[in-house]
Nanobody, 128 residues
Framework: QVQLVESGGGSVQAGGSLRLSCAPSGYTYSTNCMGWFRQAPGKEREGVAAIYPAARATYYTDSVKGRFTISRDNAKNTVYLQMNSLKPEDTAMYYC?????????????????????WGQGTQVTVSS
């Protein structure tokens, strides 16, 4: 059974850092597109970042560029989201997701319909 398990969320003050981890089980994602999404209360889920190792490509939403870094560790079969200079507006439930194809589809990397598997989420809370 395929599962994605996120960890690393928590509560921090503005300006702090957190590193989220996503560890798939039941398969090896080495050629898949992996994405991080987030959903704040009362808002739609939005793409945060994605990585497509086969093309050495990474993608970020504008609001996190320069602050967040997505990466992967093949040996540990884990994808990370390093989040620095956190802001209160980063507060949300963060989800990782897996797609069996290139992230970039139809002019976007964050089309949620291309992601087949989703984790349960990890909460990130940033206080001012």
């Amino acid at each position: 059974q395929v599962q994605l398990v996120e960890s690393g969320g928590g509560s921090v003050q503005a300006g702090g850092s957190l590193r989220l981890s996503c560890a798939p089980s039941g398969y090896t994602y080495s050629t898949n597109c992996m994405g991080w999404f987030r959903q704040a209360p009362g808002k739609e889920r939005e793409g945060v970042a994605a990585i497509y190792p086969a093309a050495r490509a990474t993608y970020y939403t504008d609001s996190v560029k320069g602050r967040f870094t997505i990466s992967r560790d093949n040996a540990k079969n884990t994808v990370y989201l390093q989040m620095n200079s956190l802001k209160p507006e980063d507060t949300a439930m963060y989800y990782c997701a897996d797609s069996p194809q290139h992230c970039w589809v139809g002019g976007s990397w964050s089309k949620q319909e291309i992601y087949n598997y989703w984790g349960q989420g990890t909460q990130v809370t940033v206080s001012s």
